[in-house]
């Protein structure tokens, strides 16, 4: 009985002895110390940059369209310049300066034939030394006929006209072009907000669906609408 008595004593001093030695972590924390905590956990956190939607270009009642044509056709890309779409101005004189490339080509082609079918109608020739002798010569030389080189004097006028009609008609695409350009930026927005809404619907039987049974035949309706 004793020794039991014993050795429930040693048990019990060993287990108080074990508590007694349990570090103490329940550190009482104050006011500064909860406040630094806060802030360290929200430093902590990733930013997260807002999300803003697309850019929305609204109509600009201040932009002329018809300041924009009159520039326009004044100087070749100058509507473009005041609509800010400077990367059409390259395009422009790059097919100005192509037409006007053809037209001194044909110009020049015309007037050498033209000289030619001349002389030939005269019966003369022109002297060495003259403006045209060395392309008579040559026209002589591959028995060049009167009549093809009457057709070539047509032909090349025909060409000439048409490469004086593509630069008018080049400058009078970007006059257009520009005013177009400044009409949207006046009166429209700019922007692609809008919805759409799909609803079921009966459509009348088409002719390539003659073989459906029925008069009409079911479908869907997809409606936009722009905002």
Not at 4 to 28: D, H, R
Not at 41 to 61: A, C
Not at 92 to 105: D, E, Q, R, S
Not at 203 to 208: F, S
């Amino acid at each position: 009985m004793q020794k039991c008595l014993l050795i429930i004593g040693l048990l019990i001093g060993f287990t108080v002895a074990a508590v007694a030695q349990k570090p103490e972590i329940s550190v009482k924390k104050s006011k500064s110390d909860s406040i630094q905590a806060k802030h360290d956990s929200l430093r902590s956190k990733p930013f997260v940059p807002k999300i803003t939607g697309e850019k929305i270009y609204h109509p600009d009642s201040n932009h002329s369209p018809h300041t924009a044509v009159i520039h326009s056709l004044l100087i070749p890309g100058w509507g473009q310049i005041y609509n800010h779409k400077w990367w059409k101005v390259p395009v422009i004189y790059a097919g100005l300066a192509f037409a006007g490339t053809l037209y001194v080509y044909y110009e020049k082609a015309y007037s050498e034939n033209l000289a030619i079918a001349q002389y030939r109608e005269k019966g003369t020739s022109p002297n060495p030394g003259d403006k045209y002798y060395t392309l008579y010569q040559e026209y002589a030389y591959y028995n060049y006929g009167d009549q093809a080189i009457t057709d070539a004097v047509r032909g090349y006028a025909r060409y000439r006209d048409l490469s004086v009609f593509g630069f008018v008609a080049g400058w009078g695409i970007q006059a257009i072009d520009a005013y177009i350009d400044a009409k949207f930026m006046h009166s429209y927005s700019m922007d692609n907000n809008f919805s759409f809404k799909v609803t079921p619907g009966l459509i009348n039987q088409p002719m390539y669906a003659q073989n459906f049974n029925g008069s009409i035949i079911p479908g869907l309706k997809l409606t936009f609408t722009l905002k």
